[in-house]
């Protein structure tokens, strides 16, 4: 099989240099790589240029970045903006445009993917083109394992990775026609698309990720900052499209108990019948709502969508079912004791107590359960790290929040810039 290693780069020359070592290594050689840079400066073509391997070397540069690149393109899509910034260089390539281009250019049948900072191990190549040869595989997905060096990578590693081999879109192999038609990854967006780009291979084609882990990722972040800069950023990215729905579930709740909050509050706040913003029966109104939406999410989910996979209705009456309970709780001492604190259904600081269980839920999932469950050994969480996973893992969830939120406020510029790039490369 002769085979094309797509490798996308930014800024990474010492990491490439680590890519192209371990590539010289295997025990079948691929028959060209596929360097596409965007990078800042020239580093990476001087690299190429002097670098020794044992194949051939395909260098490719598309975009320059600087900063704010993928900023400004956004920012040229507001009609308001778009008149300044018309001279605005295009910038960088985010990874996975990088990696279609590679694919486009690449010269032979079958392509495998890569990045930098992704290391295979000797048998990558070889022991895929086996699982391609021996069985009716027509894809073979990478697994890769997150390594981690300094205390803080442990703990991050523990709380949001796991020592388990995960499934990847770097190291896969499949043929390039199969990738080009109809199967490049989403551009446009910095995260998220691999995963999207993982769920509609494995729906369309015959595809198999080996139970071993054949690559290593070894540059998770060193410390907090790095760390919830990178989780910020990528959660805006992920907001943009339709994965990760657990996630987005999560964020929807935190948002419907903000309302649970503020509209039974909201009369008192603008004023009462003084008001032009008064509403009469406001709480009755919210709640029968959240009722009604609870009602036909159930029966639409059981009666017209028995197999549905829609994102819009997968979890909405639980998570609307989750939301009046806290309803409740939160108004229980009024509506059941009437503030009389004699009252046998008097329950002091009871929403304290309630918000205190789901906090400290999230802290023993990120602290415990997950890690627990991905690998990580019993001797490494206690007795003390345990603690220090669930604090990492709970402020990470805290950071992912606003740019969830901004995410969905700023997808249709995100799209329209995505499609807009799109054009320009075609």
């Known amino acids: 099989m002769h085979i094309s290693v797509i490798i996308p780069t930014l800024d990474n020359p010492n990491d490439l240099r680590d890519a192209v070592k371990a590539l010289n290594l295997q025990l079948n050689l691929p028959s060209e790589v596929v360097i596409v840079d965007s990078s800042s400066n020239d580093e990476i073509n001087k690299l190429t240029e002097s670098i020794k391997s044992n194949f051939t070397i395909t260098y490719k540069r598309i975009g320059r970045a600087y900063r704010f690149d993928r900023l400004l393109l956004i920012l040229k899509r507001v009609p308001l903006i778009k008149n300044l910034l018309l001279d605005t260089p295009k910038g960088r390539a985010f990874p996975y445009e990088a990696t279609n281009y590679g694919v486009e250019v690449a010269k032979h049948e079958w392509i495998a993917l890569l990045d930098a900072t992704t290391i295979p191990n000797e048998n990558w190549i070889n022991d895929y083109c086996n699982i391609i040869k021996n069985t009716d595989a027509e894809v073979v997905l990478g697994n890769t394992k997150y390594l981690a060096d300094t205390y803080f990578q442990k703990l991050l590693r523990a709380c949001s990775f796991g020592a388990k081999g995960i499934q990847t879109s770097p190291g896969s192999l499949m043929k390039k026609k199969d990738y080009l038609n109809g199967f490049k990854i989403t ?36 410390n907090f900052f790095q760390c919830a800069k990178k989780f910020f950023i990528y959660s805006i990215y992920t907001a943009v499209q339709d994965i990760s729905h657990k996630i987005k579930d999560l964020y929807l709740i935190v948002i419907l108990l903000f309302t649970l909050v503020l509209i039974p509050k909201w009369n008192a706040i603008v004023g009462w019948e003084t008001s032009a913003y008064y509403i009469p029966h406001i709480t009755k109104i919210w709640l029968i709502s959240i009722a009604l939406i609870l009602l036909v999410s159930v029966i639409y989910n059981r009666i017209a969508l028995p197999k549905s996979q829609s994102s819009i209705f997968r979890n909405v009456h639980k998570i609307t079912f989750f939301v009046i309970i806290s309803f409740v709780i939160y108004n229980w001492n009024g509506y059941f004791a009437s503030w009389v604190e004699e009252s046998v259904w008097y329950i002091p600081h009871i929403t304290k107590i309630y918000v205190s269980i789901i906090c400290l839920a999230s802290f023993l999932y990120r602290g415990i359960f997950f890690p627990l469950k991905n690998n990580i050994s019993i001797q490494f969480l206690f007795p003390v790290n345990w603690v220090c996973c669930g604090i990492i893992g709970f402020l990470l969830d805290l950071v992912k929040a606003p740019g969830y939120i901004l995410g969905t406020i700023f997808a249709p510029f995100i799209k329209a810039a995505r499609i807009q790039n799109n054009k320009e490369s075609n």
């Open 187 to 222: 551009e446009g967006v910095r995260s998220g698309g691999d995963v999207d780009w993982k769920n509609r291979v494995n729906e369309q084609y015959e595809s198999v990720t080996p139970e071993n882990s054949y690559l290593v990722y070894p540059n998770l972040p060193r």
